[in-house]
């Protein structure tokens, strides 16, 4: 509480100028909210985040920002409005999410950021993807990977990845196979950049990558047993919460995506095993990706030779009451 108040009365001295430790402040919480967002609670970060995007805001309007610090500001704002896109979709409200996003997509394009611009347009696509308009989805990947061009980092491969999914929803399998294999071929080619260092959402590693091909193949309904070694894998890659890549939404998926292959070959005792852990988890990690992954569960559950299994219908029921609670219930 002191640190934050002293930071208020630093911000409040440099107001009628944008200050070298306003703007230091302003990107080291980028940086930090950044980094964790993937690992914590939304609720433990939400306010923060909020009050930098405001606090961004002001100084661009305030007119008193240097030629030489308008584009930094725009970068800042646009990382910031991509971060509260992501989380009005995490949330479960779309809407707000792609009018963050839109307003993220004009602070990159302010700040000439061509791989901010790129992101964004994955971010739109992961909005889409989640909101159930496949079209769209597929639509923002593909605009973000002409957006991209020749980008190293590794906006393009998630993009890549993106689309694959997209395409999925579609069951065009032509379009899922070929964006993996693009995306196999970017990883060659990356190299960190500015947005890789940031970490979190900014950053696409091999162990995401491996998860979104394995859930584009899940939703395309290829079910065998070497589908089942992979999404094994997957789950396997975000088991280590030490790791620095590890995100609690992203092995959810992963769990989830396993016990779909695993319910495409039968094994609805392995699919409960897959999934209990996702069920398990407390509500202020229960965001609108986790629960849209485990109704397809759900929805899997209710087709085929499973249907009228005992353990099924517990299963389902189980996923129903999980399901029932606001996403993300954030404490007032």
Known sequence: MAARRAIRFAIGAERNEVGQETLAHLQDEVRRIAEIYVRVPLGMILDDLTHIQDETFRLLESGHARPSQIRDL???????????AKAAHDLGDPQSAMMQARTAAVCADQAEHQGMAAWVRGLQSLISYWADRPEDALHYA?????TGGNLRGS????????????????G?????HAANRRAEDLRERTLPDDLDALGGNFFFPQVKQAYYEVEACV????????????????????SDPNDPYWAFGDLAGTQSDLALARLSTGDLDGAVEAVQPVLDLPPNQRNAGIIGSVQRVRSSLMRGMVRDAAAARELRAEIAVFSSRPALALPS
């Open 142 to 146: 593909r605009k973000g990977t002409s």
């Open 74 to 84: 725009y970068l800042l704002a646009s990382l910031q409005s991509g971060m509260l």
């Open 219 to 238: 939703l395309l309904g290829d079910g065998n047993a070497h589908l089942v070694a992979r999404a094994e894998e997957a789950v396997h890659g975000f």
């Open 172 to 176: 065009d399998a032509e379009s899922v």
């Open 155 to 170: 906006v393009n491969v998630w993009l890549a990845g993106l689309e694959a999914r997209a395409a999925a929803l579609l």
